[in-house]
Structure formats: structure tokens, C-alpha cells
């Protein structure tokens, strides 16, 4: 019986080349807060340095867009995806990240598209100064079908208890200040896919309105947060602070207003190409629209009103594009002008 397991399905020498292939971007990562572990179980990391330590975690998944990574051959864009996401949710709490561990899970393991994701994964991590300290692959024939794949990560950060952000300290009349997204993140595919589907379209045509392929829109990579948020929390009182992916912003800002609300100004942001052709090749009613993607605001971080101003500055020099969208309100939900 031997090479009775390959026989099943599950082939152990793939796994052993995907592993080598992302070993070097994976220990890249590393800093001195890394404990070595050679061959054990688990990812060691030394936290030190704080008075009152708290730390933030949270696991998420790339979801149906590994779906477009599939079709277009093209995955290293699901390694950085989960990594900002990820990252996005614990800097939301008030936390810098610090440790990142991913998961492939696949039918039939193929070592050069989970390399590719986990050295996205990787150079994600490095720009971030995150360290990925773990991973795993699994190869499950029977559970997921031929081609089937999915991506998920978990990230740990820290912060001192008094340096959490949970939107206690919200006022009405507060600012909204929103920060730019880079298109869809990893939300709404399922309703994205089947517009392009059902149009009639492949990723690799440009439709009118457009500049670039559809593939190429779709997997625009999740973007992140953390330096620009950093430079801000700096010199700035921030209040509240809200990653905005499923439920866009009706569903995801008023996690950080303390009770409150907010009214946007919808025309106080840009928003990317690819939402609206979305809206116009799917008819999507745009209160659909709202409730399903960003719309171009990945991030919204809440702040003094009289520091508005100079917020969306110092976000701009950080590197990201911002805009004053709107205010805090007493009366809960998010409404748009």
C-alpha cells in the first residue's frame, strides 16, 4: 500500500514545495519579537514593553474573490488581501498589529499558487512590520472539490488598556474622516461576480466607463491602514474608528460611535470606477449599493470637529487619500445627504 495517501488524494511532497517556496518570505518577517521554535507547533512571539497590556485578535477570509484569483490564475493578491484586512480589524480597536497567521485550505494542493499566496502574505506583513509566524495548508479532496480553495488569516495586536479606541469618547458634532479604499476589498463578490456573469463578460474585458480589465479591478488588492492611522493617533484625539467591510458604511460605522450616528455626504468622496459599473451593468439600487460595499471609504476614523481639518491632512502626507464625509449625530444609524 504504499503511496496509499497520494492515492486518496492528498499528496504530502506538494505540501513539502509549497513550504519550501515560501519559507524565505515567510521567516523575511521575522523581527526580534519572534521566538525561535524550530519544527514546533506553534509561533512564538515575546510581548514586552507594556504597563497594562490588552491584546486585539481577529480572523477573517478572502471569501469568494479566491473565485477571480481562480479564473485569472492570478493569487498573490489573497496573501495581501487577508493580511490588511485582518490588520484593518485589530488597528479599528485601537491596537498596533503585530503577529499574522494565515490558512489555505484546497482540493488538490497546488504548491505554486499557495507559494504565491503566502509569500502576498508575506510581503504584506513586511510592509506593515507584522510578523507572519505561522501557517497552515490543508489538502482536503471530498470536502473541497477539483480547483476549490479558500484563504483565511488571523491577526494579534496590543496596545495599552488606556490607548483603546471604542468609541466611548464620541460627541455629536464630531467629524467623520474617511479614508480612500483601493475598490471592493474582499466584500460583495458574490454579487460582483454574478454581475460579470451575467453580463455576459469575462476578466479580461474592459467595459465601457472602464480603464483597465475587469480581473484586474476585481483583484485590487484589500488596502491597509496602519501607517496612516499610526500618524494620525499621533498628533490627533481619534474617538472612534470603524474598518468599513460587509455592510458597508450603514453596517459597519455605527460599531464606532458609541451609541450615536452619523450623516454622510455622498458627494464628499471619490468613488472608483468599479462601483459604478457595478451599479450600472447589475441596475443595483444604490441603498443596495451602500449596504453591500464601501463605495470608496475603507476606513473611518472620528475626531474632534475642530481637528478635521488638519486630520485629513495628516492622513494625506501618511500616503492615503481622505476626505471630511461627514459628522456625528445624536440619533442612531447612518443617514446620507
Known amino acids: 500500500m504504499s503511496g496509499a495517501y497520494e492515492e486518496s ?65 492570478r493569487y498573490a493578491s489573497l496573501g495581501e488581501d487577508i493580511v490588511n484586512h485582518c490588520a484593518n480589524d485589530v488597528l479599528a480597536a485601537g491596537a498596533r498589529p503585530l503577529l499574522f497567521l494565515d490558512y489555505v485550505g484546497t482540493g488538490v494542493l497546488d504548491p505554486e499558487a499557495v507559494a504565491e499566496i503566502a509569500c502576498g502574505a508575506a510581503g504584506a506583513c513586511q510592509r506593515l512590520g507584522i510578523s507572519l509566524v505561522g501557517g497552515e495548508t490543508a489538502e482536503m479532496p471530498g470536502l473541497y472539490g477539483a480547483g476549490d480553495f479558500e484563504v483565511v488569516g ?25 479614508l480612500a479604499s ?17 453580463a455576459g463578460l469575462s476578466y479580461a474585458d474592459v467595459p465601457e466607463g472602464l480603464d483597465r480589465p475587469l480581473g484586474e479591478l476585481y483583484l485590487e488588492p484589500h ?28 453596517g459597519n460605522l455605527p460599531r464606532a460611535l458609541g451609541g450615536f450616528g452619523a450623516h454622510l455626504e455622498a458627494s464628499s468622496w471619490e468613488e472608483p470606477e468599479v462601483f459604478g459599473f457595478i451599479r450600472r451593468a447589475g441596475g443595483i439600487p444604490e441603498d ?20 478635521a481639518e488638519r486630520a485629513v491632512g495628516v492622513v494625506r502626507e501618511a500616503g492615503c487619500v481622505a476626505w471630511r464625509i461627514g459628522e456625528v449625530v445624536e440619533r442612531r444609524g447612518v443617514s446620507f445627504g
Do not use: Q, W
Open 223 to 250: 488596502r491597509a491602514y496602519v501607517k496612516e492611522i499610526l500618524a494620525l493617533r499621533e498628533k490627533i484625539e481619534v474617538r472612534g474608528m470603524a474598518h468599513i467591510t460587509g455592510g458597508g458604511l450603514p
Open 288 to 307: 443596495e449599493m451602500r449596504r453591500v460595499f464601501n463605495l470608496g471609504v475603507g476606513f473611518c476614523a472620528v475626531v474632534p470637529a475642530e481637528e
Open 9 to 73: 488524494g492528498v499528496s504530502l511532497e506538494r505540501a513539502e514545495r509549497a513550504l519550501a517556496r515560501m519559507r524565505s518570505a515567510v521567516e523575511a518577517t521575522h523581527g526580534p519579537s519572534v521566538v525561535p521554535y524550530p519544527g514546533g507547533f506553534a509561533g512564538l512571539y515575546g510581548l514586552s514593553g507594556y504597563r497594562d497590556p490588552v491584546l486585539a485578535s481577529t480572523i477573517d477570509g478572502v471569501g469568494t474573490k479566491v473565485l477571480v484569483a481562480r479564473e485569472t490564475g
Open 182 to 198: 483601493s475598490g471592493l476589498h474582499t466584500n460583495g463578490y458574490t454579487l460582483a461576480r454574478k454581475i460579470v456573469s451575467e
Open 154 to 178: 488571523v491577526c494579534v495586536g496590543a496596545c495599552e488598556r488606556d490607548e483603546l479606541v471604542r468609541g466611548e469618547r464620541v460627541r455629536a458634532g464630531d467629524a467623520v474622516i474617511g
